[in-house]
Nanobody
Framework: QVQLVESGGGLVQAGGSLRLSCAAS????????MGWYRQAPGKQRELVAS???????NYADSAKGRFTISRDNAKNTVYLQMTSLKPEDTAIYYC??????????????WGQGTQVTVSS
């Protein structure tokens, strides 16, 4: 069974930093793009950042200059380094990945989410 497991969330003061990790495990043939999304209470889930298998990145405007997405293909892991955190960054952060779980079969998989709370 394929799983994406996030870690690294927590409570931090405004201006602080956190590093989120998301490891994909199970029967995985290949991984294409991976990304981080977040959902704040009462709001829709939104893209924070994504990264292709080749390392090309894309960021939401709110994340540009403060967050950095990276991945370790050997470990099937994607990271999100978050700096200069603001209270409005408070949300549940989810990772996802476009995974090939059997030959020729791709699908989108999600982690269970990790809470990030930024206090003012």
């Amino acid at each position: 069974q394929v799983q994406l497991v996030e870690s690294g969330g927590g409570l931090v003061q405004a201006g602080g930093s956190l590093r989120l990790s998301c490891a994909a495990s199970g029967s995985i043939f290949n991984i294409n793009a991976m990304g981080w999304y977040r959902q704040a209470p009462g709001k829709q889930r939104e893209l924070v950042a994504s990264i292709t298998s080749g390392g090309s990145t894309n960021y939401a405007d709110s994340a540009k200059g403060r967050f950095t997405i990276s991945r370790d293909n050997a470990k099937n892991t994607v990271y999100l380094q978050m700096t200069s955190l603001k209270p409005e960054d408070t949300a549940i952060y989810y990772c996802n990945g476009n995974l090939m779980v059997r030959a020729g079969s791709w699908g989108i998989y999600w982690g269970q989410g990790t809470q990030v709370t930024v206090s003012s």
